[in-house]
């Protein structure tokens, strides 16, 4: 029943947003930001869910991709004036892998370094990663300077196209084209092969995995590393749509994909893919109707779900 | 005399502060199925979560083959040939029942002429094989966690409490699987609290109170001894169902 | 006289002692020792954080929670100072209002966290108290005609407390004060049954304690001892703001502040208030001048320039939460 969600609330904007072009144009936001926020935070619920771990220095992935990217799109900006799809794809492509890597790398270091001795102590782990964050987004404006880098949008994907009378935005197209793909892919890898299989079970009952003979350990450094890597790209996809990047980038979305991945149920990828469409959605649609109440909007929107399903959308059933 | 599959001499295990084995001696003969008794609160979980290497333990040694398990991980305490199936039966609740039979294959897919006799000692197991295991009713649930522990033949069974709150229907079933285990080549340490389905399957007796084992021996020599099961076990076995 | 004074919880260091004791008469004599308004203005910052440190130490080393709120409750506490002067005018009355108001509000808000949330798992709570304050202080910034938004509000106060000198020693005062109560708190029955709590959940629950009863408790204690320091500095900087009060970087200095300082000690937010404060404003001077003097070497001026000291500071506090987890008090206790 909680998939419906999305589809109702979409719908039930409609009326009230009153105009039919107005409205594409708010969904097509609210989808785009839904799915940016998305790629931000599966990292995040699913290295909750499976390894207990709440990194509160998330958000340093997020930042991270994005500088990794700017860096990338900075020196490449002659093939992004070349009017081509395939020119910005030779800059944008290498920007997106950049960010993921980098990320990836950090993120390994994290697990490594700073969550590795304190796994199964909460109040210890809240710690470390809150210093994490502290010292890492130092040592990003050590890196990149303290300024906020501008970064052009590469040309084909600027601007708008008009279907009917609504005017859509080229980047939030492929944002979700984006997303999706990420969703797509990570829905595959949980449900179609042993090592999605192996997570699942693990998310649910890690004790168990290790008593039919599986190192579930060896498991947590891959996911880690693989939730700060899609961390990475979710920051590199959102500093391309604000066309700037700057080092609280991260901790500028991280209430919102707490928030995100309470509402959807931690450890839940589907879950939390649903919740990040819910928020996208209501920002834009409140910050339409009533731009006093949307900043606030996903903090109620929480609270609600919360109120009707305490543990989240769809919660994990742990043992 | 061939060694013991399982041994454990001198066996303590603590939790935070709470010291629950004192001294556990314990052995297990190849081939047999040993019951292990007690009351509740005695240690019987936390013998089994020892051996697993779930709990370590804090002074004594393990053996499981012939190999010093005292210190060995989880994981690699299973790939000796040890199977688990906990109290709360530990199944994965969000996969479906092929699933949870799946990821018990180490070696991949399960072989199947042992699927079919799994299906043999469980014949209602083929009709929920694509059910998600959350559906499964609890002596559903119960027969697919003793399935997962014998997909691939074992060497050692740790079962705990594999009938309780079961139907005496299913019960029967069980105890029917249980006979057909025994035939083959694996060795079980089985907790219970049923004294009837001990009596019906065990060769051999442990009784654990307060930590310690209090008494071991042959089943059939407590079963006829009325006095000695509720001095051991606070009542007799006509009531201790 | 002094072991009533600081409930028999002594320093147990001599160089603790003279350390406390140098800050201590630093602060009780500042407007006369150092001139000037910037010390002066340290000064009372120091003040001001060394409670609202301490009453975060109650929060996380004697009871063992961590919240983000805290910053919300000194805006609480700052905001009820700032509305009632600028919209009721600077009187005695007003004043007395706003406190009031701030105190209530901090209680109801902390009671009603406090009961719904203290149940759940620490990573659950840590992330609820995020959101609330989060949404805290959206609404300060966004109910612009009330608070002032973005820009907070300046106001004067009442006759007296226009004079630095007053102000700034009501201001010592009641943080000295409170710091005692604290004090009293932590080594009262009730702060020993928190830190049996937080040792051994399980054994304190099979005692008797109810452990959600105590947490709250210790809770509304400790967002009262913030809502009280954010009087105070609203009342030295007759300013309020988002900026001077609810963001997550003052959240941040607080962690490093307890940490450093040491955790569940209470003297250790003395330390770390006065450690941060002072290095704030007056270590940047320092590194200022070792990063120009190593300008021509890639990357290492970037390290050393003045506004990444909390570079340093966070990787001070990663090493204290590994190795020295009662910080700096606890070194020096050894």
């Keep these: ?319 | 005399m061939p060694e013991p599959m399982l041994s454990l001499a001198g066996v303590n295990t603590h939790i935070a502060q709470y010291h629950i084995l004192h001294g556990v001696d314990l052995e297990v003969p190849r081939g047999s199925l040993t019951m292990l008794l007690g009351r509740n609160g005695a240690g019987k979980t936390t013998c089994l979560r020892t051996i697993m290497g779930l709990w370590r333990a804090s002074a004594g040694s393990l053996r499981i083959d012939g190999q010093d398990t005292t210190r060995v991980p989880t994981p690699e305490v299973a790939q000796l040939g040890v199977a688990y199936v906990p109290e709360n039966m530990g199944i994965f609740a969000g996969l479906t029942v092929r699933e949870n039979v799946l990821l018990a294959a180490r070696a991949g897919e399960p072989d199947a002429k042992r699927l079919e006799w799994i299906f043999g000692l469980f014949p209602a197991m083929q009709k929920f094989w694509s059910s998600v295991a959350g559906n499964l009713s609890g002596g559903q649930k119960q027969m697919l966690a003793v399935a997962r522990a014998i997909v691939e033949p074992r060497k050692l069974l740790l079962v705990d409490e594999p009938t309780k709150g079961l139907a005496p229907a299913i019960i029967a079933n069980m105890v029917e699987a249980f006979r057909e285990l025994k035939r083959t080549d694996t060795t079980l340490l089985v907790v219970e609290q049923n004294f009837n389905f001990a009596r019906s399957l065990g060769d051999r007796v442990a009784v654990m109170d307060s930590g310690r084992i209090v008494h071991t021996g042959r089943m059939d020599a407590l079963a006829a001894d009325a006095g000695l099961q509720t001095k051991l076990l606070g009542l007799s076995l006509d009531t201790h169902q | 006289m002094l072991h009533r004074l600081l409930s028999a919880d002594f320093p147990r260091s001599r160089v603790l002692t003279a350390v406390l004791i140098v800050i201590l008469v630093g602060l009780a004599a500042a407007p006369f020792i150092f001139p000037g308004t910037r010390s002066l203005n340290v000064a009372a910052k120091v003040a001001v954080f060394v409670l609202l440190v301490a009453s975060y130490d109650l929060l996380l080393g004697y009871t063992g929670i961590v919240s983000f709120a805290h910053t919300m409750f000194f805006g609480i506490g700052g905001y009820g100072v700032g509305i009632a002067m600028a919209k009721l005018g600077p009187g005695w009355g007003a004043l007395a209002l706003g406190i009031v108001a701030a105190l209530a509000l901090s209680l109801a808000i902390a009671l009603a966290i406090g009961l719904l949330s203290l149940r759940v798992r620490a990573i659950f709570f840590a992330m609820i108290t995020l959101a609330v304050a989060s949404f805290f202080q959206i609404l300060a910034s966004q109910m612009s005609p009330l608070t002032g938004g973005e820009d907070g509000l300046s106001f004067r106060l009442p006759e007296l407390l226009r004079g630095r000198l007053v102000a700034y020693y009501v201001v010592f005062g009641v943080a000295l004060a409170a710091f005692l109560a604290l004090l009293r708190v932590v080594n009262s029955p009730f702060g020993r049954v928190l830190l049996s709590i937080r040792e051994n959940e399980f054994r304190s629950e099979a005692i008797g304690y109810r452990i959600v009863t105590y947490r709250t408790v210790a809770n509304c204690l400790a967002a009262l001892g913030a809502t009280v320091a954010g009087i105070l500095y609203a009342i030295w900087l007759r300013y309020t703001g988002p900026d001077t009060t609810l963001s997550f970087s003052i959240m941040i200095d607080i962690l490093l502040m307890v940490v450093i300082g040491g955790m569940g000690t209470m003297y250790g937010s003395v330390l770390g208030a006065t450690l941060f404060v002072v290095a704030q404003n007056y270590l940047q001077d320092l590194m200022k001048l070792a990063s120009d003097g190593l300008a021509g070497i890639p990357l290492l001026p970037n390290l050393l320039h003045p506004d990444r000291w909390l570079l340093w500071l966070g990787v001070l506090f990663i090493l204290c939460v590994y190795y020295f987890p009662t910080g700096i008090v606890g070194r020096l206790r050894k």
């Design chain 1, 1 to 319: 029943m909680a998939l419906a969600l999305v589809p109702v609330i979409a719908l039930a904007s409609l009326p009230l947003v009153g105009s039919l072009p107005t409205w594409v144009t708010l969904t097509v936001a609210g989808l785009a930001m839904g799915m940016m926020i998305f790629m931000m935070a599966s990292g995040l619920t699913l290295v909750f869910g499976l390894m207990d771990v709440l990194n509160f220095a998330h958000g340093i992935f997020i930042a991270v991709g994005a500088y990794g990217a700017a860096s990338v799109l900075t020196r490449m900006s002659a093939q992004m004036q070349a009017e081509s799809l395939a020119s910005d794809l030779t800059a944008m492509v290498p920007a997106v892998l950049a960010a993921i890597a980098l990320a990836g790398v950090l993120g390994w270091f994290f697990e490594r370094v700073l969550i590795r001795p304190v796994y199964g102590d909460h109040l210890k782990q809240i710690l470390i990663t809150m210093g994490g964050l502290i010292v890492f987004e130092q040592l990003i404006h050590v890196v990149w300077g303290p300024d906020i880098i501008p970064l052009p949008r590469p040309g084909t994907i600027t601007g708008s196209f008009i279907l009917g009378e609504a005017a859509i935005e080229r980047y939030r197209v492929l944002a979700v084209i984006v997303g999706l793909a990420v969703f797509a892919a990570m829905w595959l890898l949980l449900n179609r092969t042993r090592i999605g299989l192996l997570v699942r079970a693990g998310v649910e009952n890690p004790e168990m995995v290790e008593s039919l003979g599986y190192r579930i350990k060896r498991l947590f450094v891959g996911v880690f590393v693989a939730g700060s890597g899609l961390a990475g790209l979710g920051g590199a996809m959102w500093a391309m749509y604000q066309e700037q990047v700057n080092a609280q980038m991260g901790a500028q979305v991280l209430v919102m994909i707490f928030i995100v991945v309470i509402i959807g149920g931690l450890g839940s990828v589907g879950g939390c893919f649903i919740g990040a469409l819910l928020v996208g959605l209501l920002a834009n649609y409140t910050g339409y109707l009533a731009p006093k109440l949307a900043l606030g909007s996903n903090i109620l929107l929480m609270v609600l779900v919360l109120l009707w399903r305490p543990r989240g959308l769809f919660p994990i059933g742990k043992a």
